[in-house]
């Protein structure tokens, strides 16, 4: 029996790993599972919603689950294991909030005390170390891997031969503040704008976002390669921060076009696949066409108090600049909408 959680996250490489691995304990699969009742009651416990009681046996699927004594409505909390971790157990609240949330790991099964404490602090609040959004259908991740990169998701199955769909993954930064996105939409309360994390039917598979109060940055790439490739789907960054006194779309754009000519071996100019514009169109493009790391592009402009540019890198071909072109005009027409 464990007598204390993982230790999780300790900021190392495998961090990464791990997490991935204990990704199907919160996937729809399992918790649609979750039976209505209890198989026996171990004890029952006084938490922030309630009384709740805990059953289980060690041989159940759900060794240890929690619902609420009174039988009415509220999360249920389930222990679950995962076919990539044996031995490794997830405590799992469902649903809270419109997410699916693990908050703890363990090694082995938790005791009843362990376990007890541990069910109180995960109904006290809403964190954790990763959940699963059924509106989004995606992971979400409540901590920093190294380098910020989101640990990927593959397709696959579980223990009972149930397939499961790799869907877009999402990390809430830890250089910002995750309180600042309404959840399930990811709405950036100070600014009103929510980070798409799909574009006209094209998946995003992996997805960043840092929430601050008074900027937003939401960055969105394939892999977990940080060097341009030629095969990488189109890599999109855009950014909103409040503008300070005496600060312009103008003068953002000459700083950042200014940026580009000292970093990018540009070889010349490259058509923009949207043209600046009245809003909601951006009021400035700049485009390249670079030796080694492939199309580049910044369209900046302003929206209520708040600038906006929008950054993309991708292979030199038609398609890719026609689908640049059309994100950029979805992010700047869902700017003039949301921001306030």
């Known amino acids: 029996m464990a007598e204390a959680s993982i230790d999780f996250p300790t900021g190392k490489a495998d961090d990464v790993t791990f997490a991935r691995s204990m990704v199907p304990a919160i996937l729809p699969e399992v918790s649609r599972a979750l039976p209505r009742t209890l198989t026996c009651t171990r004890s029952t416990i006084h938490t922030a919603l309630g009384d709740y009681a805990i059953g289980g046996e060690n041989g159940d699927a759900y060794p240890r689950m929690a619902l609420r004594a009174d039988g009415k409505a509220g999360p249920a909390i389930y222990l679950a294991t995962s076919p990539a971790a044996p031995g490794k157990f997830a405590l799992v609240v469902h649903p809270q909030n419109g997410l699916t949330i693990a908050k703890r790991f363990y090694n082995g099964i938790p005791t009843d005390a362990r376990l007890a404490d541990d069910i109180r602090a995960a109904l006290a609040d809403d964190d954790g170390v990763m959940a699963f959004d059924a509106e989004q259908q995606g992971v979400r991740y409540f901590f920093a891997p190294p380098g910020d990169i989101p640990p990927p998701v593959e397709s696959g199955a579980l223990a009972d031969g149930t397939q499961f769909e790799a869907g877009p993954q999402i ?45 937003l940055v939401c960055s969105y790439r394939a892999g977990t390669d940080l060097r341009y ?54 009021q400035f493009v700049g485009y390249w066409d670079t030796a080694d790391a492939g199309v580049q592009g ?16 991708y292979a030199p071909s038609a398609a890719n600049d026609a689908e640049a072109g059309k994100i950029a005009q979805i992010l700047f027409t869902q700017a003039g909408k949301q921001i306030r």
């Open 298 to 313: 910044v369209w900046v402009g302003q929206a209520g108090g708040w600038i906006i540019f929008l950054r993309a890198q």
């Open 229 to 282: 490739r030629e095969d990488d789907p189109i890599r999109y960054q855009v950014t909103l921060f409040k503008s300070p006194s005496g600060e312009t779309a103008r003068s953002v754009f000459e700083q950042l076009t200014a940026a580009a000519r000292n970093q990018l071996r540009i070889t010349g100019d490259h058509r923009p696949p949207l043209a600046a514009g009245r809003a909601p169109a951006p």
């Open 171 to 215: 990390l809430i930064s830890a250089a910002g503040d995750p309180h600042l996105l309404d959840p399930g939409s990811y709405r950036h309360k100070p600014s009103g704008f929510a980070c798409p994390s799909t574009f006209d039917g094209l998946a995003v598979l992996l997805m960043s976002i840092e929430p601050n109060a008074g900027s």
